[in-house]
């Protein structure tokens, strides 16, 4: 055999075997889309992360928002966990079909009954399908606490159940009304101060930052210092609470101040709540970070 020739079968052979390759790959059909991207779960995208609401037995509210999800789903039932049950209807309660991308209203209405026992209420709104439960689930925590309403001052405020009898007395500090929250003490069989809320006038209806700068931090320490942040409630108002320490410099020339501030609605008052020295909330099991949210949420829910 001519000593060229091999080399140019072995060419020719592998190019007939590349062809036969091409067409047999033209012929093969393409996997399914599915088979190479799977598809996932519709995901579902609550408007809100959560619901944080304070109520006094006998009282209702309610709440509107909006759930979206990647992709259509069918024959949901909207529910919520058996401890928020007694508390909450859910509208709609259920559908027929989840269109992918469309926000779908869900309206909330809280109702607490006259006899409800005071306490935290804790659980989820979520989308059930047959026998699943969507993951994505909206949590929801209902605080219901004892109310004190003071017509003369025009001024209501929730707290919650310490688990001691409590009381509420009235009097003045610098000419601005003060109210006490007392509890029980046992040892010494009195009430003994655990927090006061003091009222402040707001005769030029400024901000609750500039009024705080006017009278509270005339020499701009504790803005310097970061001392107290805004902070908005969901409620929707603007809280002005302790944030950090307070400088020396300022409680050599101002002493201590109230922990955390809130405008009225009609702006020409300003309230304000501070914990008492007499008897800390620490000494009824609270720590020192549940005595602050304690206090923050207690001021937003009052009405002045």
């Known amino acids: 055999m001519n ?3 091999v080399p140019r079968l072995g060419a020719m052979l592998l190019a007939v075997i590349a062809l036969i390759a091409l067409q047999q790959a033209r012929t093969e059909p393409l996997p399914a889309p599915e088979a190479l991207n ?7 995208t609550w408007s809100e992360k959560r619901v944080e609401l304070v109520l ?13 999800t990647s992709g259509d789903i069918h024959d949901v039932v909207l529910e919520t966990t058996s ?10 309660a259920s559908l027929s079909t989840l269109t992918a991308a469309v926000a779908q209203p869900v309206h909330i209405a809280f109702t607490v009954a006259p006899d409800a026992a005071p306490g935290t209420y804790e659980g989820t709104v979520h989308l059930r399908q047959s026998n699943q ?21 025009g001024v209501t405020f929730k707290y919650p159940d310490f688990g001691v009898p409590t009381r509420v007395t009235s009097g003045f500090a610098t000419g601005d009304p003060i109210l006490h929250f007392e509890v029980w003490d046992f040892p010494a069989s009195s009430y003994i101060s655990a927090f006061a809320i003091r009222l402040h006038s707001n005769p030029g209806l400024l901000p609750l ?6 009278n509270i931090d005339v020499n701009h320490i504790l803005a310097m210092s970061e001392s107290f942040s805004l902070k908005r409630l969901q409620n929707g108002q603007d809280v002005l609470a ?5 400088p020396t410099e300022y409680l050599q020339l101002a002493g201590p101040v109230e922990e955390a501030f809130v405008m009225s609605l009609s702006g020409d008052r300003v309230a304000s709540i501070v914990q008492s020295h007499e008897n800390e909330l620490v000494d009824l099991g609270y720590s020192q970070e549940e005595v602050q949210e304690i206090l923050v949420q207690i001021l937003g829910t009052l009405e002045f």
Request: no cysteine.
């Open 56 to 68: 006094s037995p006998g009282e209702s509210a309610s709440r509107d928002l909006s759930l979206t």
């Open 133 to 153: 439960t969507v993951p994505q689930t909206l949590k929801v925590r209902l605080d219901i606490w004892n109310q004190f309403a003071d017509n003369s001052l």
């Open 209 to 214: 930052a500039t009024w705080f700068d006017q």
């Open 38 to 44: 799977p598809s996932k779960p519709p995901q579902i």
């Open 3 to 5: 000593k060229h020739l």
């Open 242 to 246: 302790f944030a950090a320490p307070l």
């Open 83 to 92: 401890g928020l049950a007694p508390f909450l209807a859910l509208t709609p």
